[in-house]
């Protein structure tokens, strides 16, 4: 599907509901490629990706080397599914809330999470639904697992209390100028 095409359906899908998806325009690859380098691919366990968008990100997961069988794709908007279903028929691809993903994942099967590679607009979700996919990633990751997500201030989208709350240590990794608009990488651990 031609770029044009993907990035139509995301500004339709922002347009209907711009505080859940976050920005205007979907991921570049170069952010794509950034968050896909944090996984390490040689550690075992399930890559879970939240807010899959077009793609951009899944495709960049793959093309790291991650096997298309340890990768598990949510995406809540339908149409935004339909494509991520329609663009990757061999992938794990669920229409779910990330709200709900410790019961989404337990339907899976996925019982270690090497890392959660999330594209979710946290800073733009209400307090209380953030707050639950916050718990949800934090509690899934485990003592070995990493949390990967994109942001686009230089302050931590994971607030200090959050991340006292939950043990983790969060560290800005990289800023990627060739996105619009530029965004921070930030990779979160047990510490």
């Not at 139509?8 to 952010?31: D, Q």
């Amino acid at each position: 599907m031609m770029a044009s095409r993907k990035s139509h359906h995301f500004i339709a899908a922002w347009m209907r509901s711009p505080l859940k998806i976050g920005a205007f325009l979907p991921s570049s690859r170069s952010l794509a490629r950034a968050m896909a380098a944090e996984v390490d691919i040689e550690k075992p366990g399930a890559i879970i990706e939240l807010g899959a968008g077009t793609g951009a990100v899944t495709h960049a997961l793959l093309q790291a080397g991650i096997a298309p069988e340890r990768l598990v794709v949510i995406e809540r908007d339908e149409r935004l599914h339909a494509l991520m279903s329609a663009q990757f028929p061999h992938l794990n691809v669920l229409c779910a809330d990330a709200a709900h993903m410790d019961t989404v994942l337990d339907a899976t099967g996925a019982t270690q999470i090497n890392a959660i590679v999330s594209s979710l607009p946290l800073l733009s979700m209400p307090r209380p639904v953030r707050q639950a996919i916050e718990h949800h990633m934090a509690t899934l990751i485990g003592d070995d697992g990493i949390l990967i997500q994109f942001t686009y201030g230089p302050k931590s989208p994971i607030s200090r209390s959050q991340m006292h709350k939950y043990q983790l240590q969060g560290k800005r990794m990289k800023l990627v100028m060739a996105n619009v608009p530029p965004a921070h990488v930030w990779v979160y651990r047990r510490g």
